[in-house]
């Protein structure tokens, strides 16, 4: 036996130096995976599917402390241990999230898996060490996503990728790409929009650009996971078709056009059964349906039943606990689990393991380009940030703006993006008013004194944050307080007025619909109006920076600044970013991926987020170990598939930014849309002319919306599927753009028959600058219904839901 075991190490070994024809090394079998597998033990395999616990939540030590550790020769059995091999986690990567189980003798290799999708989160320093291990803080997700530019978001990917890789770790935790159901989800920020097909796009550029420099990442949270409120608890009651067409759609495309390794499943349950339980959405959806070959690991200690997860198809369980192993060990032994699922899992991870960098024995650097990544998201930034209003050419500051009146506590104190798992620990972070000077501008010394005392002091009576307290954030300082005289004052000293708008929120806790968070305080309101009125007197300029991470209320105060520019998050940089964009530098081009609602009572699912709690005897019981509520509760998606712009443009309720507007300092012209056929069969191709008519150069994001006959299923008026962004064209430069019409875009998914049907009738292809702004429109026809794929009947509701429909 033991000569059996030596070699299979030696096997991995030669797979280890890329399958190297070593003559003395011993023949690889055909399936090495297969192999190995057959010479690991029950409690080894039942160690591989559990990850090696988490530092934060480390139970009592293992029993016999004197026993040499986990994975090495002589090792107590991995179901003996009483604590989790924290060890592990913390000798490989400092601050990682969690780590796979290593079992040296037979050369399995640890994997280090790290939050998360603005940038790599691992601890900045280390004891004993002087080194620092500082991360670049990208942009938040909704920004990337609003650059509508997938070749950019592959870019960022990249710069990611190389931070993952030359920093050890092995796999990065995300993009996250839950929809944007509702404005109030704490993550929003995390997550790319409110359709389907953009989230589709942006995930699957973002994991082949993390992909490509041979690291891997795991899209998450899979899936309906879509309020943070009890999230460990939640029961999200969900027809089939919002859950194909809404819900689960980005998800296939990110898996079938970017292949990533893992995907995450997600803490909530759907239609009765926690995510990481349910083998309709793991088994038949992701794998049957949708052909994923990786692995599916769980959210950390989501679900509860880790014999339950292992027959679902959740070959990972992290971080790990020592129960999780006992359990799958007794379960096997007692014939409740078939060893044959356990192998199944084992065998995933192990495919996935071969192409990790620790296994292939990558001597990573400790030294990524953060100088590179750095430049790459100050541009990143630029491109998503939307200008959404420029009256009379306020924007860019001209050569007449020398002096800059500064307001708001958030023009000192930027916030570049959320808290919780998606924080990043960066070397440093640009103010606006730093942003502001970088590009050679002013700042009136008087009122930035006057506002960095405020913050100081107010900072200065808080506890410093540090560790989880610091990823968890800390409470908004209140703004200063500014009377009329001092602004007064200001726009006389000053040629124009920033004022900065922000907000947070992160990971655990949902927002509100409260003044402070989605509406505006009455001061903010009020210091918009001052600063206004008081600018406006001395015709000069009022422009409305927000920062923040997700939709707030703008139809109240729109009209007074001549300008807003919706800023997001933009990582480390945002301060330089949102300077180039203010001063010319950088011509805005990011568009909305997610609608501005005139109030949030117009948000089709405003009745029933987070969804309500429940008596706990009527509940399933609540899983996991998150932090903020868990009490068991329900949450019914009575919008069905009008989420977001489905619901406004089909339900015609006017809202204050819809979804795909943005403004450019620059204007173009659309011509010239050409449909290959008239009459589809299997595919058409679509190309339209973009042309830029103004005095400078910019890009275009050019969106296509189809229209679908409505014959036996209700459709939404408009659908996106399809869009481009023009590369940077001159004033009076044209570029034809082109887009591809495949059935699956036409279709909609039949409960009935389970299946994507594309109606018989006639389709409109509507070319648009926005969902609301249609340019050119042109259609075709389809002679007969088409079936274009059969799927398994999968995570049916247990009850009725009254789902929104459109009247005929
Ligand atoms: C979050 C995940 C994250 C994980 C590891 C969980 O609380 O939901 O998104 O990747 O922690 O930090």
Same mark, same amino acid.
């Given at each position: 036996m033991k000569r059996v075991l030596i070699s299979f190490a030696l096997c991995f070994a030669v797979i280890a130096s890329g399958f190297s024809q070593n003559a003395a090394a011993p023949k690889l079998g055909k399936d090495p995976v297969k192999n190995i597998v057959s010479a690991m033990t029950l409690e080894e395999k039942a160690a591989l599917v559990v990850g090696t616990g988490m530092n934060m939540f480390a139970g009592p030590p293992p029993s016999d402390p004197s026993k040499p550790p986990t994975g090495q020769p002589g090792a107590p059995p991995p179901n003996q241990q009483q604590g989790p091999v924290v060890g592990q986690t913390k000798s490989l990567v400092s601050g990682a999230a969690g780590t796979s189980y290593a079992i040296t003798r037979l050369g399995i290799t640890p994997m280090v898996l790290t939050d998360g999708p603005a940038g790599v989160r691992i601890d900045p320093t280390r004891p004993n060490d002087n080194n620092t291990y500082y991360c670049t803080a990208f942009p938040v997700g909704t920004l990337l996503a609003s650059t509508w530019d997938v070749d950019l978001v592959n870019k960022v990917g990249q710069a990611m990728g190389n931070e993952i890789l030359e920093y050890g770790n092995d796999i990065l935790l995300g993009p996250g790409m839950n929809i944007q159901r509702n404005p109030l989800c704490g993550r929003n920020f995390e997550y790319y929009s409110e359709d389907p097909y953009i989230t589709g796009k942006i995930a699957a550029s973002m994991v082949s650009g993390i992909e490509s420099k041979g690291v891997g990442t795991s899209i998450k949270h899979f899936a309906a996971n879509n309020a943070e409120t009890n999230r460990n608890s939640l029961n999200t009651i969900v027809s089939e078709r919002a859950l194909r067409e809404i819900y689960l759609e980005g998800f296939r495309i990110a898996v079938q056009e970017s292949n990533p390794w893992t995907v995450m499943s997600s803490y909530n349950l759907i239609n009765g059964t926690y995510a990481s339980q349910s083998p309709e959405l793991l088994t038949n959806i992701l794998r049957k349906d949708w052909g994923f070959k990786g692995f599916v690991m769980t959210d950390w200690f989501g679900g509860k039943d880790a014999v339950a997860q292992m027959i679902a198809g959740n070959d990972m369980l992290m971080p790990g606990t020592p129960a999780q192993v006992k359990a799958i060990v007794t379960a096997v032994n007692e014939k409740k689990l078939d060893i044959a699922l356990l192998d199944r899992n084992v065998e995933r991870i192990l495919n996935i393991m071969l192409l990790s960098p620790r296994f292939k024995g990558y001597k990573?650097?400790?030294?990524?380009?953060?100088?590179?990544?750095?430049?790459?998201?100050?541009?990143?930034?630029?491109?998503?940030?939307?200008?959404?209003?420029?009256?009379? @050419?306020?924007?860019?500051?001209?050569?007449?703006?020398? *002096?800059? +009146?500064?307001?708001?506590? &958030?023009?000192?104190?930027?916030?570049?993006?959320g808290t919780g798992s998606g924080f990043v620990n960066k070397a440093y972070s640009v103010s606006l008013t730093e942003g502001l000077k970088n590009d050679g501008l002013s700042l009136n010394e008087d009122l930035f004194n006057l506002y960095s005392g405020y913050l100081n002091l107010t900072r200065g009576g808080r506890p410093k944050l540090t560790g989880f307290m610091a990823i968890m954030g800390s409470r908004p300082i209140e703004e200063l307080y500014l009377n009329q005289d001092i602004i007064k004052g200001m726009a006389v000293k000053c040629d124009a007025a920033l004022i900065t708008i922000g907000r947070n929120s992160g990971e655990g806790s949902d927002r509100t619909n409260t003044k402070g968070d989605f509406q505006l305080t009455d001061y903010e309101q009020q210091l918009i109006k001052m600063?206004?009125?008081?600018?406006? @007197?001395?015709?000069?300029?009022?422009?409305?920076?927000? *920062?923040? +991470?997700?939709?707030?209320? &703008?139809?109240?105060?729109?009209?007074?600044?001549?300008?807003?520019?919706?800023?997001?998050?933009?990582?480390?940089?945002?301060?330089?970013?949102?300077?180039?964009?203010?001063?010319?530098?950088?011509?805005?081009?990011?568009?909305?991926?997610?609608?501005?609602?005139?109030?949030?009572?117009?948000?089709?699912?405003?009745k029933s987020f987070p969804g309500k709690e429940l008596e706990p005897s009527k509940a399933p019981a609540a899983g996991g170990m998150g932090f903020g509520r868990s009490v068991p509760a329900e949450v019914t998606y009575e919008d069905g598939i009008y989420v977001g712009y489905r619901y406004y443009e089909t339900f015609k309720v006017k809202p204050s930014y819809e979804f795909g507007y943005g403004l450019s300092f620059t204007s173009f012209d659309y011509s010239n849309l050409k449909i290959s056929s008239t009459k589809f069969s299997g595919s058409l191709n679509v190309t339209v002319e973009i042309k830029n008519s103004g005095k400078v150069a910019g890009k275009e994001v050019v969106e296509l919306y189809l229209s679908a006959p409505a014959v036996k299923l209700d459709k939404p008026s408009i659908e996106l599927k399809g869009f481009a962004k023009t590369k940077l064209l001159q004033p009076g430069e044209t570029q034809t753009l082109s887009f591809v019409i495949d059935s699956r875009k036409l279709s909609s998914f039949d409960t009935a028959t389970?299946?994507?049907?594309?109606?018989?009738?006639?389709?409109?292809?509507?070319?648009?600058?926005?969902?609301?702004?249609?340019?050119?429109?042109?259609?075709?026809?389809?002679?007969?219904?088409?079936?274009?794929?059969?799927?398994?009947?999968?995570?049916?509701?247990?009850?009725?839901?009254?789902?929104?429909?459109?009247?005929?």
């Open positions: 990573y650097s400790n030294k990524p380009d953060l100088k590179g990544n750095a430049q790459v998201t100050r541009q990143a930034a630029t491109e998503g940030m939307v200008l959404l209003k420029n009256e009379n @050419a306020a924007l860019p500051f001209g050569s007449d703006v020398k *002096n800059i +009146a500064t307001f708001g506590n &958030t023009s000192y104190d930027i916030i570049i993006g600063v206004s009125t008081e600018f406006k @007197a001395k015709s000069k300029k009022t422009i409305v920076i927000l *920062n923040v +991470a997700g939709v707030v209320e &703008t139809a109240s105060w729109k009209d007074l600044p001549d300008a807003i520019l919706l800023a997001w998050q933009g990582g480390q940089e945002a301060g330089n970013s949102i300077a180039d964009v203010l001063t010319g530098k950088v011509n805005p081009s990011g568009k909305l991926a997610v609608t501005f609602p005139v109030k949030y009572e117009d948000v089709p699912s405003a389970s299946s994507w049907i594309a109606e018989a009738g006639k389709y409109d292809v509507k070319i648009g600058a926005s969902s609301e702004n249609i340019k050119l429109t042109g259609s075709f026809t389809v002679a007969k219904d088409i079936t274009v794929k059969k799927e398994t009947v999968s995570l049916t509701p247990k009850v009725k839901i009254a789902e929104l429909k459109p009247s005929k």
